[in-house]
């Protein structure tokens, strides 16, 4: 278990950004003292902080999932203004940016002074929170990881009360969900009836008592404090894999009165061919969570289900070159050292991109793999690629070309 951020990979900002109905400014970014304690400088109602705002700032880190941000932007604003709970579920391919969306949210919470006490975020996988020899849950495995975060966010000894409150506003992000199914292999599984049972009571409410440390009377002491849940918001992750498949089958079932849609696919090359192609969200029905061995009050508890929707062609392109950690900027940076410059043309880009989107199941994960038979030689010894050229700066200059794509890919 792990707290949830994504510290080593932020990226700095502007100081004004337009964000969609409104304006983060300069004096509501984070502004410290001389010991670096958060100051209430500038601060406005977390109420004026709304979804579109809220949108705008997740879309910087997250490419291609609009949709999906959006269900995750009101869950957000739901959290920090306290009316209602903003439970959500994420479903998507391996690589469709679930990870990506907990890292961000994580992000906002520390850019914006006024969600110092949203703070407290962690991320957990499912299956640490069940003892599989008693088939009981754990929440405290749970809270250990909230209080690591919470402590870290306080910057001091806490008081118990400064702990309490911290960790009672926090989210939680519960990873491989779809793990931990009631049905495996066919047979009732008690471990995921477990778990999903032990989180629900959590969304709905429960004082849980913990043994900590405080500060009391200026001395750090033993002692046990209860921690509500119920202010603390649920954001569930899984790739669902058996869930496409049982999907398919559904739609696919001479019975069903459903049949897969043909679409016009244009090739990076300009070729366009039709396909049959499946997307789980053109056939999704809540229902089919509940065949998956989802229990179904689990389920009810949640605000929304969200499905993460597989990376387009055009995603894949952006992703691959503007985000900080695709496989390009990444062989970008490491060439750089060696003082040569990597370009890449737009159709080899397109061409890359393309190929990846081949492979639905991996999402933006293809894209390394795919990059990986390009780059690998040329990241050995560029020198003797026969690529290399001068630039008009005076540093060497490498460009992925389109008919070495398609070569090194064995496309013809």
């Known amino acids: 278990m792990r707290p949830c951020g994504n510290g ?3 990226r700095s900002r502007s100081v004004r950004r337009r964000m969609g109905g409104g304006t983060l400014s300069k004096e509501h970014l984070v502004q410290r ?18 979804p579109p705002l809220i949108l705008e700032a997740l879309k910087g880190g997250v490419l291609g999932q609009d949709d999906a941000l959006r269900f995750v932007s009101v869950a957000i604003y739901k959290h920090t203004t306290g009316k209602v709970p903003g439970n959500i579920i994420l479903i ?35 299956n640490l929170l069940v003892d599989s020899d008693r088939m009981e849950f754990r929440p405290e495995r749970l809270l ?51 778990l999903q049972q032990g989180i629900l009571t959590l969304m709905e409410g429960e004082r849980i008592p913990i043994k900590t440390h405080v500060m009391v009377d200026g001395e750090d002491r033993s002692a046990t404090i209860e921690i509500d849940t119920k202010g603390m918001m649920f954001i569930c992750g899984g790739a669902f894999e058996g869930l496409y498949d049982q999907v398919f089958s559904r739609v696919t079932n001479p019975g069903s009165g459903e049949s897969l849609r043909s679409v016009a696919v244009r090739s990076a090359d300009g070729q366009v061919t ?17 065949t998956y061995g989802m229990v179904p009050q689990f389920i009810a508890r949640l605000d929304n289900t969200v499905l993460l929707a597989d ?21 970008r940076r490491y060439l750089a050292v060696m003082g040569i410059d990597l370009e890449i043309e737009d159709l080899a880009a397109s061409i890359v991109a393309e190929q990846a989107e081949k492979h639905s199941r991996t999402g933006a994960r293809a894209l390394r793999a795919i990059f990986s038979k390009i780059i690998n030689a040329i990241e050995f010894d560029p020198w003797s690629n026969g690529a290399l050229e001068v630039a008009r700066n005076g540093r060497q200059r490498l460009v992925v070309t389109a008919p070495m794509v398609r070569r090194s890919l064995g496309l013809g």
């Open 92 to 126: 998507g391919n391996s690589g469709t940016g679930k990870t990506t969306i907990m890292n961000n949210i994580q992000r906002l919470y520390d850019e914006l002074p006024e969600y110092v006490p949203f703070r407290a975020m962690a991320l957990i996988n499912a």
């Open 144 to 194: 250990a990881a909230v209080e690591q975060r919470a402590r870290s966010v306080i910057g001091h000894p806490p008081t118990a009360a400064e702990l309490k409150e911290t960790m009672e506003r926090a989210t939680i992000c519960v990873d491989e969900i779809d793990k931990m199914s009631s049905i495996l292999a066919g047979k009732p599984n008690a471990i995921g009836v477990a």
């Open 311 to 331: 990376l387009g062609v055009d995603s894949l392109k952006q992703i691959l070159l503007s985000a900080y950690d695709s496989p390009f900027v990444r062989s």
């Open 274 to 290: 039709i396909e049959v192609r499946f997307s789980l969200a053109d056939y999704f029905k809540i229902e089919d969570l509940f």
């Open 8 to 10: 080593s990979q932020r």
């Open 33 to 50: 003292d001389s010991e670096g304690a958060a100051t209430n400088v500038g601060l406005r109602p977390v109420e004026s902080i709304t």
